[in-house]
């Protein structure tokens, strides 16, 4: 088990260029969640699928912020365009259905904006 | 609602000491109870859980019992490693309402040689 996939581990980019973070889950989990941590808001719930539909986006900061899942396998953020204030460390994680499995986190991507 | 609340960090101390991390909630229903470790740069690790009252987790020398009396799971090792150094989360999940996990604030641990 490869566990949550992330990619790219790291990105830099200029303010304004749109950005994708893309995320494989663990096969077999139904459900899949978007966090963004920073130091000064710590960990933050951005949105939230299960079985490959958005249950729960209401942490998503603004527009700009976008998330899909077209398949069980691939999930992906995308922050169009980025801002310097979005500078922090995007974490994916997935889980069985269940209440006592817990998640399974993504090494993360440390995005900076420029 | 549901919340998670811990002990302010950081908790810094010496090779070998005793560790304990409060972490108290507050559920509107039946919760399992987790602990997660964040190394440095790294995604959070499920380092133990319980789904029941007086239930003990148990991981790598940690520790935590669910009580329910005092809506309590603090965090225990007997002698701590300086790798032990990370920031640690409690969290919650109410059992049979959905798979949302609700997070501490994280406390950070810094062991000293």
């Known amino acids: 088990d490869a566990g949550v996939i992330q990619s790219p581990r790291h990105e830099v980019t200029e303010m304004g260029q749109e950005v994708t973070l893309r995320c494989k889950p663990i096969?077999?989990?139904?459900?899949l969640f978007w966090y963004r941590q920073t130091m000064m808001r710590g960990l933050e719930l951005l949105i939230y699928?299960?079985?490959?539909?958005?249950?729960?986006d209401s942490g998503m900061p603004e527009d700009r912020f976008s998330a899909k899942m077209p398949n069980a396998s691939f999930s992906t953020l995308k922050i169009q365009p980025s801002e310097p204030r979005d500078s922090a460390v995007y974490f994916c994680a997935s889980n069985p259905t269940g209440p006592s499995y817990g998640y399974t986190f993504g090494s993360g991507t440390r995005l900076t904006v420029v | 609602g549901n919340s998670v609340t811990q002990m302010e960090g950081p908790v810094t101390l010496s090779e070998e000491a005793f560790l304990t991390i409060n972490c108290t909630y507050t559920?509107?229903?039946?919760?399992?109870l987790f602990w997660y470790v964040q190394y440095p740069g790294e995604g959070l690790q499920l380092l133990l859980k319980a789904t029941k009252a007086d239930d003990k987790g148990s991981n790598k020398g940690f520790e935590a019992t669910y009580r329910k009396e005092t809506t309590s799971f603090h965090l225990e090792k007997g002698s701590v490693q300086v790798s032990d150094s990370a920031v640690y989360f409690c969290a919650l999940m109410i059992n049979n309402a959905g798979n949302m996990l609700t997070f501490g604030g994280g406390t950070r641990l810094m062991v000293k040689p």
């Open positions: 096969s077999g989990h139904n459900s």
């Open positions: 699928f299960n079985n490959n539909v958005p249950i729960d």
């Open positions: 559920a509107t229903g039946y919760p399992s």
